[in-house]
């Protein structure tokens, strides 16, 4: 029986893109909430339309105090929420978009050297890393910790140094004049800086093949953190893609289903030699080298079939696993600054180069081609793509940064540590 419970339940189906969208928005902020299908429960189809004299208003959201809302968007979520949708102030030493591990190392740090900074993110604080299951290989944690975990710790130390977070808000633009930096928000609010941080991270690539679009939330998955436990018990679950994620997530995909096929491109796994041993070793996995997944099919709503082909032998596959999850590399969250530039030079009037796949490019001082902008972790061309790395990109940046402002006097007074 789907009876209401004391907790945040979301009413959808799996057809339902408001739904999807409503469901990625909570998981990005880490809450936790009960998904209802109505297409496949009954009780909950019927509490639905009582709640709403007869309607069908998709997706509903019940909250734990007895309030609803129906096909809500980002903001009235984030309202709900009690999340702060509009900086405090239109003038800071620093404006950081992005406030993934990247972002908020470098928060972390401004305020200890006095820069008063202002972190905008248009999803949840945390970045990938609060949607990671467990992180095995951060320094300080020889047990591992979960992702959410490690996210919150950062935002709680943010917090207590005074830094101005927003979550929920996305930044439309940048540009440079005479008195500074300008960054547009999606509210309509612009923010001032001397300087500007760009930590935006990336996002998961998608496969590009027949049927996917189509199906992503209702078979086809980006994490397994979010929508694994949806297919527990599950007979058979696959993962595309070679790389570490494939392989960290696929084992926590291990204890919803009872095989787990992974799918790779290359010739070779990508993956740590620990990861490739772990899951060669393990007795639910089934690994395909040089296989291309070409097409997804799916009816009601659900993946029905994934065709694939061995590139060696020509031979082609049917698979019918009950989901799909996709991690084969990542695109940078760029598209707010614009189309990337040609490689070849940077663009003259203070515009930002990106290079040909979209990244921010950078000198080795995380400086962009836009005076006083810089750029860190997932977000610039060279990065690593690792937790480590992104923190001492951000921390690096902002050191740039300090020694940007001082330079060029636009901080009045600088506390510096010794």
């Known amino acids: 029986m789907s009876q209401p419970t004391p907790q945040l339940t979301v009413y959808g189906a799996p057809w339902c893109p408001d739904c999807k969208r409503a469901k990625k928005f909570l998981a990005e902020?880490?809450?936790?909430?009960?998904?209802?299908?109505?297409?496949?429960?009954?009780?909950?189809?019927?509490?639905?339309?009582?709640?709403?004299?007869?309607?069908r208003t998709i997706p509903m959201v019940m909250f734990p105090d007895g309030s609803r809302l129906l096909e809500p968007g980002n903001d009235e979520l984030a309202a709900k929420l009690g999340l702060s949708l509009a900086?405090?102030?239109?003038?800071?030493?620093?404006?950081?978009?992005?406030?993934?591990p990247a972002g908020l190392a470098a928060a972390i740090y401004a305020a200890r050297e006095g820069i008063d900074a202002l972190v905008v993110d248009k999803a949840g604080l945390g970045g990938q890393a609060g949607i990671t299951e467990k992180i095995e290989n951060y320094p300080g944690f020889p047990e591992g910790i979960a992702g959410g975990e490690l996210a919150d710790r950062f935002v709680a130390q943010a917090r207590r140094y005074g830094v101005e977070l927003l979550s929920a808000v996305e930044a439309t633009g940048v540009e440079r004049d005479a008195d500074g930096v300008t960054v547009s928000l999606g509210s309509g609010q612009q923010v001032m800086a001397p300087a500007v941080l760009i930590a935006t991270g990336s996002a998961y690539r998608r496969l590009?093949?027949?049927?996917?679009?189509?199906?992503?939330?209702?078979?086809?998955h980006f994490c397994a953190t979010c929508d694994g436990p949806f297919y527990r018990g599950a007979g058979e679950l696959l993962v595309i893609g070679g790389g570490n994620s494939a392989l960290e997530e696929g084992l926590f995909l291990a204890q919803f289903a009872d095989r787990i096929r992974v799918v790779a491109h290359g010739p070779e796994l990508k993956a740590s030699?620990?990861?490739?041993?772990?899951?060669?070793?393990?007795?639910?996995?089934t690994i395909h080298l040089n296989t291309d997944v070409r097409s997804l099919a799916g009816a009601g709503g659900r993946l029905t079939e994934v065709v694939a082909t061995d590139r060696d032998s020509g031979a082609e596959y049917r698979w019918r696993p009950e989901a799909a999850f996709v991690f084969i590399g990542q695109?940078?969250?760029?598209?707010?600054?614009?189309?990337?530039?040609?490689?070849?030079?940077?663009?003259?009037?203070?515009?930002?180069?990106?290079?040909?796949?979209?990244?921010?490019?950078?000198?080795?001082?995380?400086?962009?081609?836009?005076?006083?902008?810089?750029?860190?972790?997932?977000?610039?061309a060279g990065t690593t793509k690792q937790l480590g790395a992104a923190v001492g990109e951000g921390i690096a940046a902002l050191i740039a940064i300090r020694g940007y402002l001082q330079r060029h006097s636009d901080l009045r007074t600088l506390e510096v540590n010794a």
């Open 87 to 100: 900086a405090e102030r239109t003038s800071y030493d620093l404006v950081i978009v992005g406030g993934g």
């Open 29 to 55: 902020h880490r809450v936790a909430y009960r998904w209802i299908d109505i297409d496949q429960d009954p009780d909950g189809l019927a509490y639905v339309e009582r709640q709403q004299n007869g309607g």
């Open 208 to 220: 590009g093949i027949p049927g996917e679009e189509e199906l992503i939330g209702a078979g086809v």
């Open 331 to 380: 695109t940078p969250n760029t598209g707010w600054l614009g189309g990337p530039h040609p490689d070849s030079g940077v663009p003259s009037g203070g515009t930002l180069r990106l290079d040909r796949w979209g990244f921010v490019v950078t000198d080795d001082a995380f400086a962009t081609s836009m005076p006083g902008v810089f750029a860190a972790g997932d977000v610039r």
């Open 273 to 285: 030699r620990v990861l490739q041993d772990k899951v060669r070793g393990h007795p639910q996995f």
